[in-house]
């Protein structure tokens, strides 16, 4: 990468709420985007906090914050995502599993995918797209921001232009192919439909 993670932290695009295990806090899990921030309140143990790195238009590096932090606050871990233009993290509370999010400026936007926290390893797990309540889908292409629901385990997300879309724990996928750098169009994944919570609209819509 062309500058150092631990220089300006603005670059940093994406922050993600603690990992559990062995430093007991009241976590707030607090999730921020290029659009704003929504939360749900738990309780847990926290380590780490995990972020990815913005590099130019749609590069990726995930990277890692200790607590309390070291001297070398951001670490940097597994390869940099070229073209794959991860815009949004979560941790699944059940599983402590790492997850991420696509935005549009990649060969597969809005895609979901698990990183293997050991070494930064990309699996891409579902294609997201949403369903209104008379059954209209729209895909699903910049998605600024994910969270998981502490109780539910269902997947909350807002995709820029569409709005805040659900997905049930039920329909969310576990395994799927490794990613490569750079990200390609190929492999195909599946395509997982949820529900639109709140979907955009226009400002003169808007009374």
């Known amino acids: 990468m062309s500058e ?8 940093l695009k994406t922050y993600l709420m603690p990992s559990k295990k062995r430093w007991p806090a009241a976590a707030h899990w607090v999730i921020a985007g ?13 380590a780490t906090i995990y972020c990815v790195h913005d590099e130019g238009l749609n590069d990726s590096q ?6 309390p932090p070291a ?3 951001v670490i940097p871990f597994g390869p940099s995502y070229q073209n794959c233009d991860i815009e949004a993290l979560d941790i699944q ?7 991420a999010a696509s935005g549009d400026d990649t060969p597969r936007p809005g895609h979901l995918y698990r990183v293997d926290k050991d070494n930064g390893d ?13 059954g209209k889908i729209t ?25 805040l879309f659900t997905i049930p724990k039920a329909l969310l996928p576990t395994q799927g192919p490794q990613i490569d750098s750079p990200c390609q169009k190929k492999p ?17 819509e808007v009374e």
């Open 93 to 99: 509370h059940e599983t402590d599993g790492l997850y």
């Open 139 to 163: 895909e699903l292409k910049e998605i600024d921001t994910i969270s998981f629901h502490p109780k539910t385990g269902d997947l909350w997300g807002w995709a820029q232009s569409e709005g």
């Open 188 to 204: 195909s994944v599946p395509t997982v439909v949820g529900d639109w919570a709140i979907p955009t609209q226009d400002p003169e």
């Open 122 to 134: 990309l699996f891409d797990l579902a294609d997201l797209d949403a369903q209104t309540a008379d």
């Open 34 to 46: 290029s659009l704003g921030a929504f939360s749900f309140g738990s309780s847990v143990q926290a």
């Open 62 to 67: 995930f990277c890692y914050i200790p607590v």
């Open 71 to 73: 001297a070398s606050a």
């Open 4 to 11: 150092p993670l631990g220089a300006p932290a603005s670059r």
